[in-house]
């Protein structure tokens, strides 16, 4: 059952609050009474009235500082103000209403006229309460989203003698399309993919976990029977078996959503260092090598679950000591400051030419710089990146 509203009467004239009171006595409601406007700030506090009838003209605080007070606090700047004012110059309506209160009446007032504002703004009231719950509901929602998308990334990166890894992960919204992954095969390599699921918001989101879950998966054929024998499966076979199982997958199952990712994904074998890798249309990594060069890891194939039977094909690389591997989203290039200018991929590669420093300082400082360049700027896209770099 619902409480009876609370409607606090504010005016420094007793015979002006007993007048009002009157006129409610016989409606459903609580009445509550203050004389000045001080004492009314006090009792919306303790009292939380659910709408304030204000005088403009009293002592201690006149009615639209009260009124300026209260549309300035987030906990009572949604309470409903009508002005009740012998002040009924136009002026001091305007700036009433200017204020945020929600209606001004003059004295002497038409009683059923004051009636019917009292139910029309209670009524407003109550249905903006039914919508701050509603979208509590829904940002709590999406806490527990965000929470759960979360664990599908790794908590940790893998420890690999020889080698340093680090991820740069920053959603544009509550929940991202974009993620990272590495993880060691029973081989003993060390697979690695960064992907970004078309769209965004929870759509995105959704495809993100049944993208990366696919790849995982499949790139680990023991994940299929109760065998754990760690059979030695040539890192080119591995790719495509996954690539393509993710593939087919989706778009046989969810074609109709043309829902689709951009991938890379490869293995490392860490003794050799030899790098076998598919980019269905990501990004083109860069590799940063200990003098200084740059190589770039183009598209083997097409995006992720858009088409049938689509062709990948495999390259391989060879990483040698101080070689740096750094794979990206969209996001980090495209992202733009507040003249609408794009990071883009020339200040990105400038930034990698830092390479006597370890991946995670350097990732860090590109994440520095992305926040300084786009500044107050919106996010529109999420940014991940993903280091490899061969330590010795």
Known sequence: MNPRPKILVVDDEPFNIDYLEQELAELDYVTLAANNGQEALDKVQTDAPDLILLDIMMPVMDGFTVLAKLKASGSTR??????????????????????????????????????????????KKALRDLQGLYLKGLEREMDIAREIQMSFLPPSLPKVDGWEIAAYFKAAKEVAGDFYDAFMLPDGNLAIVIADVCGKGVGAALFMTLFRSLIRSATIPDHFTREKNGRVIAPAV?????????????????????MFATVFFGILEPTSGNFTYINGGNEPPVVVA???????LDPTGPVVGAMPKAVFSVKEISLE???????????????KNKEDEFFGRERLLHLLQ???????????????????????????????????????
Not at 88 to 109: C, H, I, M, R, W
Not at 290 to 296: F, M, R, S
Not at 367 to 392: C, N, P, W
Request: charged share 25%; proline share 4%; glycine share 8%.
């Open 78 to 123: 949604d309470i409903p103000v009508i002005i009740i004012s012998a002040m009924n110059d136009l002026k001091s309506v305007v700036k009433g209403v200017e204020q945020g209160a929600e209606d001004y009446l003059t004295k002497p007032f038409e009683p059923t006229l004051l009636r019917a504002r009292i139910a029309a703004s209670l009524e």
């Open 238 to 258: 591995r790719l495509l078996q996954a690539i393509f199982l993710t593939n087919d997958y989706v778009f046989e199952t969810h074609g109709d959503t043309s």
């Open 321 to 335: 000591e101080g070689d740096m591997l750094v794979a990206f989203t969209d996001g980090i290039p495209d992202s």
């Open 354 to 392: 830092n390479r006597n420093t370890t991946p995670t300082r350097l990732l860090d400082k590109i994440g520095a710089q992305l926040h300084e360049y786009t500044g107050v700027s919106e996010q529109f896209d999420d940014m991940t990146l993903l280091l490899v770099k061969r330590i010795g």
């Open 290 to 296: 200990k003098n200084g060069a740059i190589t770039l």
